[in-house]
């Protein structure tokens, strides 16, 4: 196998604006996970307290409300894990690179993240339709147990 022949950075002249892209791209992919793991943080907190306050109704709209909550903690906790982020090892990268072409390091190190970054993109996307379920979950709790209280409120 024939060594790779050395890159020199004028070839690729704009790695460094792309390298900076990437970087902010992940550190907004971050701040939407991080986001993301607190709403279903919030809407697991709210599934508690309507199964704790409905406690023991004994209408049926109450208990529908109840159960539905109890699928809105479920799917809370399903968006909660597992925790989307997948990086590159250092340990690997140390090993496989350190003697290595810098300029053919980044370059490998750029594409590696583009494709982490991708599947990482995917998993954050099914994590935000799983919050949406919960969130659609808990409004059907709620609604449930307005119908309970109207119900209750009209036959005195």
Known sequence: ???????????????????????????????????????????????????????????????????????????????????????IGPQELRDRYLTSDPIRTRLTLLNTRIQLHQKNEKSLLAKAGRIRIAALLLLGSALAILVSGIVNAIRG
């Open 1 to 87: 196998m024939e060594p790779r022949a050395h890159v020199d950075e004028s070839q690729v002249p704009s790695l460094s604006v792309i390298e900076d892209a990437l970087q902010r791209e992940d550190s907004s992919w971050r701040d939407r996970a991080n986001s993301l793991d607190t709403k279903a943080g919030v809407i697991l907190s709210a599934a508690g307290v309507i199964v704790a306050i409905v406690g023991t109704t004994s209408s049926i709209a109450a208990l529908i409300g109840e159960i539905l909550a109890i699928a809105t903690g479920a799917a809370a906790v399903r968006a909660l894990w597992p925790r989307v982020d997948k990086a």
